[in-house]
């Protein structure tokens, strides 16, 4: 049996230890081959491909990123682009592949598995909005970079008695702001799932003001103020203090907070650093109980799945309940943090 591998989208730490499940299990246990493809889909689309054995795996398990590299390549957006993935399938003798990745990824496989390709999926991001699984590996890393972060803010915070938003990774679902948030001591956190009321977060700063602290505030990416809640200051204008303000939601609010309190704020745009670097113990844990799973679903020609985390179990579910509807924060659960704020 010759298996292909590849990762796709956005990395995240633990893609490595995913690699290292796969091959080690697939060649002590099983006595099987391996084929790495480069850069996602790029990989089978264009056959560029890597050795990939217990060598290659060795030292990998502390690393960030993919020893395979990433791209965010569709071949369903290519002409053609099916074809030249079975052809290269064909060519390297892959009886299967893992491909390891976010909603993009494995709406490929899922596509791939419906046209006869043995595919399995293993689940990836940082954001930890796939559905399908309770926790994809990423999560925990950017959680803890995030609430890092804001403990050290905290103390440079009540230093100058500004306000300090700390912008945090979470296109469409507010996971790391939360969790960063509660683990850090966030005074408040504002996530895509609920269109924030700007004057309530002024509000909310002027009564911590008012007890002697300074106020932290958690911003996912994608955050967005309520309806007809627009913020007064657009990107680059000049704020109350004469600061220029580019881009993101995290400066947008920064300026809107002065200029509507004449408090001074600071915004900290975490962005890739979340990404970056080596996985925490438990992203380690995850990912290689993945790979483990990924490689004996192959073993078992379960394919069209992909392996999931429910409660503490490792299972397998059908390839489309990771590509379904993203996993959101329900309105419960951020009620539930809501006795932090202020
Ligand atoms: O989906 C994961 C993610 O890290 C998002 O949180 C973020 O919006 C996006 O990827 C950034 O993508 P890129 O690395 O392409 O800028």
């Given at each position: 049996?010759?298996?292909?591998?590849?990762?796709?989208?956005?990395?995240?730490?633990?893609?490595?230890?995913?690699?290292?499940?796969?091959?080690?299990?697939?060649?002590?246990?099983?006595?099987?081959?391996?084929?790495?493809?480069?850069?996602?889909?790029?990989?089978?689309?264009?056959?560029?491909?890597?050795?990939?054995?217990?060598?290659?795996?060795?030292?990998?398990?502390?690393?960030?990123?993919?020893?395979?590299?990433?791209?965010?390549?569709?071949?369903?957006?290519?002409?053609?682009?099916?074809?030249?993935?079975?052809?290269?399938?064909?060519?390297?003798?892959?009886?299967?592949?893992?491909?390891?990745?976010?909603?993009?990824?494995?709406?490929?496989?899922?596509?791939?598995?419906?046209?006869?390709?043995?595919?399995?999926?293993?689940?990836?991001?940082?954001?930890?909005?796939?559905?399908?699984?309770?926790?994809?590996?990423?999560?925990?890393?950017?959680?803890?970079?995030?609430?890092?972060?804001?403990?050290?803010?905290?103390?440079?915070?009540?230093?100058?008695?500004?306000?300090?938003?700390?912008?945090?990774?979470?296109?469409?679902?507010?996971?790391?702001?939360?969790?960063?948030?509660?683990?850090?001591?966030?005074?408040?956190?504002?996530?895509?799932?609920?269109?924030?009321?700007i004057e309530?977060v002024?509000?909310?700063?002027?009564?911590?003001?008012?007890?002697?602290?300074?106020?932290?505030?958690?911003?996912?990416?994608?955050?967005?103020p309520?309806?007809?809640g627009?913020m007064?200051?657009?990107?680059?204008?000049?704020?109350?203090?004469?600061?220029?303000?580019?881009?993101?939601?995290?400066?947008?609010?920064?300026?809107?907070?002065?200029?509507?309190?004449?408090?001074?704020?600071?915004?900290?745009?975490?962005?890739?650093?979340?990404?970056?670097?080596?996985?925490?113990?438990?992203?380690?844990?995850?990912?290689?109980?993945?790979?483990?799973?990924?490689?004996?679903?192959?073993?078992?020609?379960?394919?069209?799945?992909?392996?999931?985390?429910?409660?503490?179990?490792?299972?397998?579910?059908?390839?489309?309940?990771?590509?379904?509807?993203?996993?959101?924060?329900?309105?419960?659960?951020?009620?539930?943090?809501?006795?932090?704020?202020?």
């Open positions: 049996m010759r298996v292909g591998v590849l990762t796709g989208g956005g990395d995240c730490p633990g893609l490595n230890a995913v690699i290292r499940g796969v091959v080690r299990k697939g060649v002590k246990t099983y006595g099987y081959e391996f084929v790495g493809f480069r850069d996602g889909w790029r990989g089978p689309l264009e056959n560029v491909t890597m050795p990939l054995g217990v060598d290659q795996v060795r030292g990998i398990l502390p690393r960030g990123g993919t020893i395979l590299g990433s791209s965010r390549t569709n071949p369903f957006k290519i002409d053609g682009g099916v074809e030249k993935i079975k052809d290269s399938l064909a060519a390297n003798g892959v009886d299967a592949l893992i491909a390891i990745g976010g909603e993009d990824t494995l709406g490929v496989a899922t596509k791939l598995a419906d046209l006869g390709v043995n595919v399995v999926g293993v689940p990836k991001t940082i954001d930890n909005d796939l559905s399908g699984t309770d926790f994809t590996f990423g999560f925990d890393t950017a959680v803890n970079i995030a609430m890092e972060a804001i403990d050290r803010l905290h103390t440079t915070a009540e230093s100058h008695h500004r306000v300090l938003v700390v912008e945090v990774m979470g296109r469409h679902a507010g996971w790391i702001a939360l969790h960063a948030g509660l683990a850090g001591g966030a005074n408040v956190v504002l996530i895509p799932e609920q269109p924030f009321d309530k002024c509000a909310l700063v002027e009564s911590r003001f008012e007890t002697r602290y300074s106020p932290i505030i958690v911003v996912s990416e994608g955050a967005v309520a309806e007809g627009d007064t200051l657009q990107s680059g204008e000049l704020d109350a203090f004469g600061h220029v303000r580019l881009g993101g939601i995290g400066d947008r609010l920064a300026s809107e907070i002065e200029h509507r309190t004449g408090k001074e704020a600071r915004a900290v745009v975490l962005g890739h650093v979340q990404r970056g670097g080596t996985p925490t113990a438990f992203d380690r844990w995850l990912a290689t109980r993945f790979g483990l799973q990924a490689i004996t679903a192959v073993h078992d020609k379960d394919y069209g799945k992909m392996v999931a985390l429910r409660g503490t179990e490792i299972v397998r579910v059908p390839l489309i309940e990771g590509t379904g509807e993203l996993k959101l924060v329900s309105p419960e659960e951020y009620a539930e943090a809501e006795v932090f704020f202020g």
